[in-house]
């Protein structure tokens, strides 16, 4: 089996900044892409960002130039760092990861992270 457990949400104000974490853990052979995606409230998970095992990364329109996504040096983690946030960044933050476990192919989910942009 294969774990993702996400860090770091919580409350902030506008114009805040929160720095989420995820690491992933348990029958991992190799870890192709980690991403971020958020669900707000009556509406559809979405994607936040991406990045690949090389380090290329993909972001939603909606935080270009807000937010960072990075692998840890162990490649096994990522982080979201997330820079002037809007109250439309408030969703829980959900990581993913596409691998190859001792089982087989696998894209597991954390258990999500509240994040509240309000004053």
């Known amino acids: 089996q294969v774990q993702l457990v996400e860090s770091g949400g919580g409350l902030v104000q506008p114009g805040g900044s929160l720095r989420l974490s995820c690491a992933a853990s348990?029958?991992?052979?190799?870890?192709?892409?980690m991403g971020w995606y958020r669900q707000a409230a009556g509406k559809q998970r979405e994607l936040v960002a991406t990045?690949?095992?090389?380090?290329?990364?993909n972001y939603a329109d909606s935080v270009k130039g807000r937010f960072t996504i990075a692998r840890g040096n162990a490649k096994n983690t990522v982080y979201l760092e997330m820079n002037s946030l809007k109250p439309e960044d408030t969703a829980v933050y959900y990581c993913?990861?596409?691998?190859?476990?001792?089982?087989?192919?696998?894209?597991?989910w954390g258990q999500g992270t509240q994040v509240t942009v309000s004053s």
């Open positions: 993913n990861a596409d691998l190859l476990a001792w089982y087989g192919r696998s894209s597991p």
């Open positions: 348990g029958s991992i052979v190799t870890i192709y892409t």
């Open positions: 990045i690949s095992s090389g380090g290329s990364t």
